[in-house]
């Protein structure tokens, strides 16, 4: 619904302006949408567009942006990306997330957003865009950031850290950071490397078999832990649309699962960059990964020989 009433939106701006707006693919009816759902379906739609066309890629939902990036890259006329500003659907952050991408390959490209598509701004940025293949945002507000101007005690802080990376050089261990196609968000050695830092590239899978070594009174010992420390828990009895005691303990799992990872690896910092790979099998990671970027969390020990694993990362509290 939020894309149908996107299309029609923009459909009469476009004609509002004197030009129309055609749908480069049908609705598929069996499937009941008209989302372009794979990057094989990406690759025959932007084939069957002429060249030097202009093209629209109206986002009003989120999308996998691999799944157009492939026609976009080979596309020569003019690339306008539109999302709508509502929040019940997160259209505006994969029409964000395509931006990325063709940042990422150099793709020229304008952008534009809009709550009803009827405010002044939005028309006369299309109207010209619509005219000259671009507009141009105004980036006044963007400055460059002059060193000399930081407090020295956070520049001195920042020149010691970044020379001890180069010197000592870290670990960052991250999961299938491909698992979603998201080609914008692989963090290039070539880029990472000179800074010294370096990838440890984990699996999922490998984090799943490590959860199913933790024991359930390790996972509900945490749970205590975090209770004991004044964590409040709203548990519902239907794991669709409630938390449950089970999504929690397995959450557990497998915050204790990646922090027994990251010491197995050495990493310096470790995160579950997306989650393809793990939601068909386990509840999502938003505690395992917030236990983790906060020093106060539950302590974890190796499962042989017992020591507690990262203990001066861990700030205690009473």
């Known amino acids: 619904a939020a894309q149908c009433g996107l299309e029609d939106k923009l459909t009469a701006v476009f004609q509002a302006l004197g030009a129309e707006l ?12 008209g989302f372009i759902d794979s990057q094989r379906m ?37 690339i306008l990306t539109v999302a709508n500003f509502d929040g019940t659907w997160p259209g505006l952050v994969g029409m964000l997330n395509l931006n990325a991408c063709l940042v990422k390959m150099g793709k020229l490209f304008t ?15 299309l109207k010209q865009w619509l005219a000259t293949g671009t507009f141009a945002h105004d980036t006044d507000h963007v400055s460059t950031v002059v060193l000399s101007s930081l407090p020295p005690a956070d520049l001195e802080l920042g020149r ?13 261990g991250v999961f299938d950071e491909g698992c979603m196609g998201m080609y914008n968000a692989f963090f290039d050695d070539e880029l990472l490397n000179p800074v010294g830092i370096y990838k440890e590239r984990l699996s999922q899978s490998a984090l799943l078999a490590e959860m199913r070594r933790v024991t ?15 964590m409040t828990f709203r548990f519902g009895r239907d794991s669709a649309t409630e938390l449950t005691v089970d999504q929690t303990l397995a959450q557990l799992r497998m915050y204790i699962a990646a922090v027994r990872m990251a010491h197995a690896f050495s990493c310096d910092c470790i995160g579950i960059q997306y989650q393809q790979g793990l939601k068909d099998m386990c509840p999502a990671s938003d505690l395992a990964e917030g236990l983790m970027n906060d020093r106060v969390r539950t302590p974890v020990r190796h499962a042989e020989p017992g020591e507690e694993l990262f203990p001066g990362d861990r700030k205690t509290v009473g």
């Open 42 to 78: 990406g690759l025959d739609v932007f084939h069957g567009i002429p060249r030097e066309a202009p093209v629209v890629v109206a986002e009003a939902v989120w999308q996998y942006s691999y799944f157009v990036t492939g026609g976009i890259r080979t596309h020569s006329g003019p």
């Open 22 to 33: 055609i749908r480069a693919h049908p609705v598929d009816r069996k499937k009941g949408h």
């Open 111 to 125: 952008t534009l957003w809009s709550v009803d598509f009827e405010d002044g701004f939005f028309r006369h940025a």
């Open 160 to 172: 010691t850290v970044g020379a001890e990376l180069k010197q000592r050089k870290a670990i960052m």
């Open 216 to 230: 359930d009174q390790e996972a509900f010992e945490a749970f205590e832990w975090l209770r004991a420390k004044g």
